[in-house]
């Protein structure tokens, strides 16, 4: 997926953010909150199951321990969106995910994840704990309702 979008600042749409979740919770079957190499296999069933996980840890497992958060999910996707990529490529990345297709190395992300392990203060660390206060904030609204 090429990207000739210009930078833009603002986060994931609401739109966006749903049908990234929605794609998590597809691959995370057991409901546990994180997707492990088993689940990403299985979700991409004989389509290159290994290679596409390998290349979906590699790039998400931001902290390498095997399984990717929701927080890490998300922050990803945050990622890919401030490293300058349309929402309309970011839908169609999504939806071909959504029907098991290969993932797609976004190269602007692993640019910026390199960047990110020379800085002193890590803005990957920081995404993944912004969305992790976002999903409890949205989780107390919901509560609350």
């Given at each position: 997926m090429g990207c000739g979008a210009?930078?833009?600042?603002?986060?994931?749409?609401?739109?966006l953010r749903s049908k990234a979740l929605e794609i998590f919770k597809r691959i995370?079957?057991?409901?546990?909150?994180?997707i492990d190499k088993d689940e990403t296999q299985k979700f991409w069933?004989?389509?290159f199951a290994k290679v596409?996980?390998?290349?979906?840890?590699?790039a998400v497992d931001f902290d390498k321990s095997g399984q990717i958060t929701e927080d890490e999910w998300m922050?990803?996707?945050?990622?890919?969106k401030k490293s300058g990529y349309s929402d309309k490529e970011i839908?169609?990345?999504?939806?071909?995910?959504?029907?098991?297709?290969?993932?797609v190395?976004?190269?602007?992300?692993?640019e910026f994840v390199k960047r990110d392990q020379m800085r002193k203060k890590?803005?990957?660390?920081?995404?993944?704990?912004?969305?992790?206060k976002r999903k409890s904030i949205l989780q107390q609204e919901q509560q609350n309702n």
């Open positions: 210009s930078k833009q600042s603002q986060g994931l749409s609401p739109q995370d079957v057991n409901n546990s909150g994180s069933k004989t389509n596409n996980t390998q290349a979906l840890f590699n922050a990803f996707w945050e990622i890919v839908f169609e990345e999504l939806d071909n995910l959504m029907e098991g297709k290969a993932w190395q976004f190269r602007k992300v692993d890590s803005q990957v660390k920081q995404i993944v704990e912004d969305n992790s």
